[in-house]
């Protein structure tokens, strides 16, 4: 059980695309979705926080003009990474928690490649 | 953000040694997760402590969470080929609404 579900897994595009990342929770209600990201070799950085239904709690530095969150219903999270460019390059993963006191589950995550 | 050291970055061991990771906060902690996370994988949660002072075992793995709750321990006795990999603790701040990964641990054992 507790399955979630990101895509893609993986994006190439040009730069000043945007891009939209899926996270679902496949047999739970996420309450909440963290979307984190991950460089070579280096720890997961939590971006963003987003509870069902109300706007998403950024981390400081984290431009929310640019990576906008949406968290419509229990079951999906999306990220979407406007007008991207090269330095937005990174791999991002998305968990999500089923509520207070539980754990997080994580989706395979998403490499983004922007030329 | 939050302050979180793991120790050490990595750690090589012969297949049958122990292994321990420490994990160290400059705050209190609501609580306190630990993930490994698989080379190409993503982190798979492992436990969770709540309690000051709590120890919690799983099979080979030893989980403990310091009387301050500042500071946690991840020890791996006869640690095992498919121990590899990368251990984070992951630090719950506030009412469970955010967590910060710690740097990690990446062990790597020798068969």
């Known amino acids: 059980g507790a399955v979630v579900s990101q895509h893609p897994s993986r994006v190439i595009c040009k730069s000043g695309t945007s891009v939209k990342i899926e996270c679902r929770s496949l047999?739970?209600?996420?309450?909440?979705m963290f979307w984190y990201r991950q460089f070579p070799k280096q720890s997961l950085m939590l971006m963003a926080t987003?509870?069902?239904?109300?706007?998403?709690?950024?981390e400081q530095g984290v431009e929310k003009d640019k990576f906008l969150i949406n968290h419509a219903s229990l079951t999906l999270s999306t990220l979407t990474v406007t007008s991207a460019h090269p330095e937005d390059s990174s791999f991002y993963i998305c968990?999500?928690?089923?509520?207070?006191?539980?754990?997080?589950?994580f989706g395979d995550g998403t490499r983004l490649s922007i030329l | 953000g939050q302050q979180v050291m793991q120790i050490p970055q990595y750690q090589h061991v012969q297949e049958g040694e122990d292994f321990t990771t420490y994990c160290n906060s400059s705050?209190?902690?609501?609580?306190i997760q630990w993930y490994k996370q698989r080379p190409g994988g993503h982190p798979v949660f492992l436990i969770q402590?709540?309690?000051?002072?709590e120890v919690k075992k799983q099979k080979r793995l030893t989980f403990q969470f310091g009387e301050a709750k500042k500071n946690s321990s991840l020890h791996i006795t006869a640690t095992q080929t498919t121990d590899v990999g990368t251990y984070f603790c992951?630090?719950?701040?506030?009412?469970?609404?955010?967590?910060?990964f710690g740097s990690g641990t990446k062990l790597n054992v020798k068969p």
């Open positions: 992951v630090l719950g701040v506030g009412n469970f609404n955010k967590f910060y």
């Open positions: 968990s999500a928690s089923g509520g207070r006191d539980q754990p997080q589950h």
């Open positions: 705050t209190t902690l609501s609580n």
């Open positions: 987003s509870n069902e239904g109300s706007k998403a709690t950024y």
């Open positions: 402590l709540v309690k000051s002072g």
């Open positions: 047999d739970f209600q996420a309450t909440t």
